[in-house]
């Protein structure tokens, strides 16, 4: 059942962006679908069109069975050993995502920053002396 509902969710993506290339056609029936289809693929026509269509399924599949959040961790996570955390969360505060998440996001770009020079040093010991 669990494989059923993926399926269904990754043809959603697809299945949403066609409705909107058929609706800005202008036209009805079969020829929407044919324009709409054509318009996706750009140069390349009807085959460019299924071929999106095709990827945008695969990647729907990707992302359903790992999920967006673990994508997304990933993402930044890598992302922030070559850019600036100051952006990085700029972008993370405009993205259209739960502010749950944006929580999570940017409390781990925290935490990276915080914890950059102190992992591989060890614990020091500190003498206190009275006078």
Known sequence: MDEVAKKIAS????GVVLVVAMSST???GAYAVIYAVAGLGG???LVGGLTVL?????????LS??????LLTTVYKERSKSE????LIKE???LPISDNLKLKLESL???EKITVGVANSEPRTVEIVEE
């Not at 043809?11 to 697809?14: E, H, S, T």
């Not at 600036?84 to 952006?87: C, G, H, Q, W």
């Open 65 to 70: 069975g790992y999920g967006i959040e673990a």
């Open 54 to 62: 095709g990827l945008m399924t695969a990647v729907g599949d990707i």
């Open 43 to 45: 140069p390349f026509g």
């Open 26 to 28: 202008g036209m009805g």
């Open 11 to 14: 043809l959603g993506l697809p």
């Open 109 to 111: 770009l925290e935490g």
């Open 92 to 94: 993370i505060k405009d």
């Open 84 to 87: 600036s955390l100051t952006m």
